[in-house]
């Protein structure tokens, strides 16, 4: 590809799209074969496309703006959304609680103990999440499925004739709930929005919601290293558990298990 004046950092994304895209097609032989296979065919369609566009502008050798090494980031959201699906997996199995999963959720977008605490003493946002659960008259003022979809697309900035089109419920009550939230910064990584959206949970309740605001550092932290335990444990399995389906674990595999268990869960 270096040759042909391509970037493979550039290509990384949609490569590692294809792989996955690919995978469900695996036969069960030589899987280092199989995704070199399509590698081989993405870099080829890739030159094919360069040939066909010969106009197309390369980029400015003198460009001063620092080079994103896509292939890191790429892999950095991948494992992110991996791990999120296990914190589903164990909220759903009751393994965690729903403020836990809320909790990890702010961690995992790189907020700190402090900043985790500042926003549960001091965002309104939380208290207007409760508010809007009895709104929506939540049996035991916990979230139910319905409830969370509602709550997240108004945390995303939709509108509430848009939410009431999409979750079928009625106009006026979207419009309550929607006044009950208040507005949120239109930036769309803001904390008092980030904090919405993490609230927006099924199973999480009006009781959860405002013991969170009691919580101490050394709760928080508690809380923490028990959720990470969980979520490491949670990861392992089911990495284990992809490697049983495939119907044969081979030596190497196993070798890549143990390591993973040898690790401590904030490495």
Known sequence: ??????????????????????????????????????VRNHCLDEIGRKKKSPSSIDDDPRDPRPRVNSGTVAVSRDAMAFVLGVLDELEASGRIKAVDGVIFTLISEGRAVADILEAFHGSPVVLRVATCLELLGAPGGRARAEH???LRLLADGLSADDVARVTGRPLGEVATVASALGSLDDDPQSDDRLLARACSREGISITDLRRARGLNANALNLIINRIRLKVWMGV????????????SIDE??????QHRCSLSPSS
């Open 1 to 38: 590809m270096y040759r042909h004046g391509l970037d493979p950092d550039a290509e990384y994304p949609g490569l590692w799209g294809r792989v996955w895209e690919a995978i469900p097609k695996w036969d069960g032989r030589d899987f280092k074969a199989y995704v070199a296979r399509i």
């Open 148 to 150: 969370a979809v509602l």
């Open 236 to 247: 392992v399995d089911k990495a284990y558990e992809a490697l049983r389906r495939r119907g």
């Open 252 to 257: 190497v595999d196993l070798q890549i298990v």
